[in-house]
C-alpha cells in the first residue's frame, strides 16, 4: 500500500506509563494486558515469601483485584507502576502470613491442655479433651471430617488436603477455621461446664 502508514502500538510495544494511564482510567483490556505482563512478577515474589503455590496463587489474584478496585490511587509512570503492584502483594503476602499465624493459633487452643493440679489431673483432662475432639471430628458432616482428620491426624498441608479431596483451597481453609471454631466452643464448654 503506497501512502503514509499508521503506527499503531501493539501491546508487547505499548509504553508502561500509557498501559498504566489506560488502566487507571478503567480500561478493562489495559487490566488484561497488565495481567499478562506483570502477573508472573507478582506470582513469584508471593511464592518465595510463602513457600506454597496455592497460596501464591491466591495471593497473586488478590493483588490485581485489589490493584483494579484501588486504580484511582496509581500515579502512572514507567518505574513506578510494577513498584505498586509489589506493594499491594506485599500488604497481600503479610495478610496470608497473619492468618496462618491466626489458624496455628486455633490450632494450639484447641490442643493445649492446661490445668494447675498435679501431673495426674493434667493427664486425665488431656485424654478427655483428646476423647472430646476425636468424638467431635467422627461426627461432622463431610467433608469437614475429612478436611479435619486430614489436616490433624495426617498432618498435612491445606494444599495436600484440597489435593487429596478435590475441594478448593479456599474451602478447605474454611472447613479447618469453623471445625476448629466449633471444636474451641466445645472444649471450652467441657473444661468450664460443671463439676
Not at 163 to 172: D, R, S, Y
Amino acid at each position: 500500500m503506497v501512502g503514509a502508514t499508521v503506527f499503531e502500538e501493539t501491546p508487547e510495544e505499548e509504553s508502561v506509563e500509557g498501559l498504566a494511564l489506560r488502566f487507571r482510567d478503567g480500561d478493562e483490556l489495559a487490566l488484561g494486558r497488565v495481567f499478562d505482563r506483570w502477573s508472573a512478577l507478582v506470582h513469584t515474589y508471593a511464592l518465595r515469601s510463602l513457600g506454597d503455590t496455592h497460596d501464591a496463587e491466591d495471593v497473586t489474584q488478590q493483588v490485581f483485584v485489589a490493584a483494579w478496585r484501588s486504580r484511582a490511587t496509581l500515579t502512572p509512570s514507567p518505574s513506578t507502576f510494577p513498584a505498586w503492584l509489589l506493594g499491594i502483594a506485599r500488604h497481600k503476602v503479610a495478610d496470608a502470613r497473619a492468618a496462618r499465624a491466626r489458624d496455628a493459633r486455633k490450632v494450639h487452643a484447641v490442643a493445649a491442655v492446661t490445668t494447675p493440679d498435679d501431673a495426674v489431673a493434667a493427664d486425665d483432662a488431656a485424654l478427655a479433651d483428646r476423647l472430646v475432639v476425636r468424638q467431635l471430628v467422627d461426627e461432622m458432616d463431610e467433608p469437614r471430617r475429612t478436611v479435619l482428620l486430614l489436616a490433624f491426624w495426617g498432618d498435612q498441608p491445606h494444599s495436600d488436603i484440597a489435593a487429596t479431596t478435590g475441594l478448593p483451597l479456599g474451602t478447605v481453609k474454611s472447613h479447618l477455621r469453623r471445625g476448629l471454631a466449633q471444636l474451641h466452643r466445645v472444649l471450652e464448654e467441657v473444661r468450664h461446664g460443671p463439676r
